[in-house]
């Protein structure tokens, strides 16, 4: 089976001594799961794993029974590694495992821990307020295209319109059933689990119908006030900021800022919106896949959102700010910012050499370096196999 980088990243974490609590968090159906298995077979030591459903005893009962039951592995075995799935089903876990935790460290039990949960929504909480200091997070993040052309054979197409998803690859030649099991098995519980269940949404279906724009609308700008407009419940652009931030969390849908020079600007700019994963917007538009593909225009639309979704993903925690930037009607798709290095990214998916937002902005930003992407510029191929650090 193909081995993602993080499955290495985890075998490493597991292999040092123990320092710190390992917390494996992400959005749904990204194989957290599977890379810490895939880990755990090469995992040279004694371990347990346990998943947190169906528990016969109260949930904190049961993560106490299994944490003293490992604590007894530790001491008899010199070391043993404590694995639990789904650590955001315990209510109030995070208090649990810092007490467990610290009398482990202070009676110097070798017990490493690993956490598993679903999404960075349900974890950082608890994190924030129990354990600072004491965990270190692997992020899991959606596949990239090289991810899904090593696993599972997909063209540059596929993932263009079928996204990064692992569970869902088998199910592509049916494209109806595909979109279902998109819809059922990572949209709906994304939202109802990873938002709904954890934060305060005053207006539920607004979430969900900010959620749809962030999918129809993806690639494009759109301010809060058009959203507003665009929405069917009421609400203000105070609220729809919020549900894009809590649905950028989740990895589901984010919002872009412009590039300014001024920061404060840069904060309160019209969004541009950009799925996490191709497959969402896929999944909700009301065409089939290969409707869209045999559309010009809705590919065009399709590839510079997948472009977007790239871009977010070799961002994440890297230091470098993924923007946008527009004066007028003059745009450049996407910019890159790591402190006074600046690249500008322009998408196109056919033939043309209109660029007349990137030679603006090459006025106003003379030492950017600028990137033209499909067309007659960098083959989407080459671009999909490079990092963002490699365009800086």
């Known amino acids: 089976m193909y081995k993602l980088r993080v499955v290495e990243v985890i075998l490493q974490r597991f292999h040092e001594p123990r320092k710190r609590i390992q917390v494996v968090a992400g959005p749904r159906q990204v194989g957290k799961t599977t890379s810490v298995e895939q880990a755990l077979s090469e995992y040279r030591g004694g371990y347990t794993y346990k998943l947190a459903e169906g528990l016969g005893l109260?949930?904190?009962?049961?993560?106490?029974?299994?944490?003293?039951?490992?604590?007894?592995?530790?001491?008899?075995?010199?070391?043993?590694?404590?694995?639990?799935?789904?650590?955001?089903?315990?209510?109030?876990?995070?208090?649990?495992?810092k007490r467990l935790w610290d009398e482990d460290s202070f009676n110097h039990v070798e017990l490493k821990v690993c956490l598993l949960g679903s999404s960075r929504l349900l974890l950082q909480k608890g994190l924030d307020e129990s354990l600072t200091g004491r965990f270190e997070m692997i992020d899991v993040w959606h596949w990239s295209f090289a991810d899904m052309h090593v696993a599972f054979g997909y063209t540059l197409e596929d993932y263009v319109l079928?996204?990064?998803?692992?569970?869902?690859?088998?199910?592509?030649?049916?494209?109806?059933?595909?979109?279902q099991y998109v819809r059922d098995a990572i949209i709906e519980p994304s939202i109802t689990l990873d938002i709904?269940?954890?934060?305060?949404?005053?207006?539920?279906?607004?979430?969900?119908?900010?959620?749809?724009?962030?999918?129809?609308?993806?690639?494009?700008?759109?301010?809060?006030?058009?959203?507003?407009?665009?929405?069917?419940?009421?609400?203000?652009?105070?609220?729809?900021?919020?549900?894009?931030?809590?649905?950028?969390?989740?990895?589901?849908?984010?919002?872009?800022?412009k590039l300014y020079d001024e920061p404060v600007r840069t904060r309160a700019s019209s969004p541009k919106l950009a799925v996490c994963n191709n497959a969402l917007r896929t999944a909700m538009q009301a065409n089939a896949p290969s409707e869209l593909r045999r559309d010009s225009v809705s590919w065009g639309h399709a590839v510079e959102s997948a472009v977007g979704a790239q871009l977010m993903a070799s961002t994440r925690r890297s230091g470098i700010d993924l923007l946008y930037w527009n004066v007028g009607c003059k745009e450049v798709?996407?910019?890159?910012?790591?402190?006074?290095?600046?690249?500008?990214?322009?998408?196109?998916?056919?033939?043309?050499?209109?660029?007349?937002?990137?030679?603006?902005?090459?006025?106003?930003?003379?030492?950017?370096?600028?990137?033209?992407?499909?067309?007659?510029?960098?083959?989407?191929?080459?671009?999909?196999?490079?990092?963002?650090?490699?365009?800086?």
């Open 58 to 97: 109260s949930p904190m009962d049961w993560l106490i029974a299994e944490w003293n039951a490992a604590r007894v592995k530790a001491k008899s075995e010199g070391g043993h590694l404590l694995v639990i799935d789904e650590i955001h089903k315990i209510k109030g876990w995070s208090g649990i495992v």
């Open 162 to 179: 079928f996204g990064g998803y692992p569970g869902a690859a088998d199910l592509r030649g049916d494209e109806a059933r595909w979109k």
């Open 196 to 257: 709904l269940q954890l934060e305060t949404v005053a207006k539920p279906e607004l979430l969900r119908q900010t959620f749809a724009l962030g999918c129809n609308y993806s690639g494009k700008i759109l301010s809060y006030q058009k959203m507003v407009g665009q929405l069917q419940e009421a609400g203000n652009t105070t609220t729809i900021a919020h549900y894009l931030r809590l649905l950028g969390e989740a990895g589901l849908v984010a919002g872009l800022e």
């Open 333 to 392: 798709d996407y910019v890159l910012r790591r402190e006074s290095e600046i690249a500008a990214i322009e998408v196109k998916s056919v033939d043309t050499d209109s660029v007349s937002g990137m030679h603006e902005f090459r006025r106003k930003y003379p030492r950017s370096k600028p990137y033209l992407v499909g067309g007659q510029g960098m083959s989407l191929e080459s671009f999909f196999s490079v990092s963002a650090a490699d365009l800086l």
